[in-house]
């Protein structure tokens, strides 16, 4: 279903069967049954999943999906994206923590296989020219691997320092890659720094049915649709001419406002334009 939200975008709305999406990235427990509980109290499915419209692969809600199948739902509401256009754009979750001690800096020397190198800058360099896979860097001390890993080595690892994290209960934060520079103001905090992944490797690691390391990509779409508030009941069961039914009723009922890129929306902040859908209703 095809929504022009203004004069110029428009979003494909879609019911699809739950089992036909592809993830490609591990879900977070805790988040996991955050988004559970949140749609067994609301009886809704608020946001639409984000995939692509050639292969169905999960762009963005791998909880949402998880969440559904969880509670038993045969459907998803879902927005689709070209993956391959230009204005999809593909981005990284940097992992970085603060204060490690030098036990913990040895010990990732070890998974990464690093030595040290001069400053970040020639780090980053390194990996950006896909010259090491990984880096550690902070303002004062910095780290590149001498390996050669391909790319699902390299995320494989990071999915070993989690679980090393935790295990040590170091907090990791994540930061998106186009600003990583805001990470070394501080002489205390430590980022790594993987190779960046294509378009065609996420494809690839989907359609291969393997799972990245939770938050590892962010993806940013033209606009993105939120409030749809598609009732849960309808989501389990069976028929989905039901579903596609519904939807065109939420759709024309809906009053769209449009948010600009960069706006905090419900305590979160967005890189990309918001389509609000607004209806009365009581949940």
């Keep these: 279903m095809l929504v022009q939200v203004s004069k110029s975008q428009n979003i494909e709305l879609r019911i699809f069967e739950l089992d036909s999406l592809i993830s490609h990235e591990q879900t977070i427990p805790s988040l996991l049954d955050?988004?559970?509980?949140?749609?067994?109290?609301?009886?809704?499915?608020?946001?639409?999943?984000?995939?692509?419209?050639?292969?169905?692969?999960?762009?963005?809600?791998?909880?949402?999906?998880?969440?559904?199948?969880?509670?038993?739902?045969?459907?998803?509401?879902?927005?689709?994206?070209?993956?391959?256009?230009?204005?999809?754009?593909?981005?990284?979750?940097?992992?970085?923590?603060?204060?490690?001690?030098?036990?913990?800096?040895?010990?990732?020397?070890?998974?990464?296989?690093?030595?040290?190198?001069?400053?970040?800058?020639?780090?980053?360099?390194?990996?950006?020219?896909?010259?090491?896979?990984?880096?550690?860097?902070?303002?004062?001390?910095?780290?590149?691997?001498?390996?050669?890993?391909?790319?699902?080595?390299v995320y494989r690892r990071l999915g070993d320092f989690d679980r090393l994290a935790s295990q040590r209960g170091i907090q990791v934060e994540f930061h998106p890659d186009n600003e990583e520079t805001d990470l070394f103001l501080s002489e205390s905090l430590f980022v790594l720094y993987p190779m960046a992944f294509r378009k065609e490797d996420i494809i690839r690691v989907a359609t291969n049915h393997k799972l990245l390391p939770y938050k590892t990509t962010r993806h940013i779409v033209p606009i993105r649709p939120m409030g749809l508030y598609f009732p849960l009941d309808l989501l389990k069961q069976r028929r989905i001419e039901i579903c596609d039914s519904k939807l065109k009723e939420i759709v024309s009922e809906s009053k769209v406002d449009l948010i600009e890129p960069n706006s905090w929306y419900e305590g979160r902040k967005y890189s990309e334009a918001l389509a609000i859908f607004k209806r009365s209703m009581t949940i």
């Design 34 to 153: 955050s988004v559970k509980r949140d749609m067994e109290r609301t009886g809704y499915q608020r946001d639409p999943i984000i995939v692509d419209t050639d292969t169905e692969i999960i762009l963005d809600g791998m909880h949402r999906r998880a969440a559904l199948e969880s509670l038993g739902a045969n459907f998803a509401l879902c927005a689709c994206f070209n993956y391959l256009d230009e204005k999809t754009i593909l981005q990284r979750w940097l992992r970085y923590f603060i204060a490690p001690d030098r036990q913990m800096i040895d010990e990732l020397i070890g998974l990464f296989d690093l030595e040290k190198v001069e400053n970040y800058q020639n780090a980053l360099s390194l990996v950006d020219s896909r010259k090491s896979p990984i880096a550690l860097l902070s303002s004062k001390q910095s780290y590149v691997s001498r390996e050669t890993y391909d790319l699902q080595t």
